[in-house]
Nanobody, 124 residues
Framework: QVQLVESGGGLVQPGGSLRLSCAAL????????MGWYRQAPGKQRELVAA???????DYADSVKGRFTISRDNAKNTVYLQLNSLKPEDTAVYYC??????????????????WGQGTQVTVSS
């Protein structure tokens, strides 16, 4: 079965940096868009950054200029570089991918997957 496996979260001081990674594993025919979402306590999940298969990117206004999303198509992996971190960036960060698989039947279809989430805490 296809899984998205995240890593890279942790505790960092304001102004610090982290890099998150998310690898899509399993029987995958191709990966379309990938992205990162985050959810802070008591808040709705929000899109942080997204990247299309061709490399076009989109960012939430709150992270523009500080975060960078990238991908390695050969590895079915998406990254999020988080720089100049602020306390308000504290959240669980979730990887998301739209990809082609045959997980649930014998037909290859576009399906959505979520990673397990990784905690990012920005605190002094």
């Amino acid at each position: 079965q296809v899984q998205l496996v995240e890593s890279g979260g942790g505790l960092v001081q304001p102004g610090g940096s982290l890099r998150l990674s998310c690898a899509a594993l399993g029987s995958i025919f191709s990966v379309d868009a990938m992205g990162w979402y985050r959810q802070a306590p008591g808040k709705q999940r929000e899109l942080v950054a997204a990247i299309a298969s061709g490399g076009n990117t989109d960012y939430a206004d709150s992270v523009k200029g500080r975060f960078t999303i990238s991908r390695d198509n050969a590895k079915n992996t998406v990254y999020l570089q988080l720089n100049s971190l602020k306390p308000e960036d504290t959240a669980v960060y979730y990887c998301h991918a739209d990809l082609y698989s045959s997980d649930y039947d014998d037909v290859v279809n576009l399906r959505s997957y979520w990673g397990q989430g990784t905690q990012v805490t920005v605190s002094s």
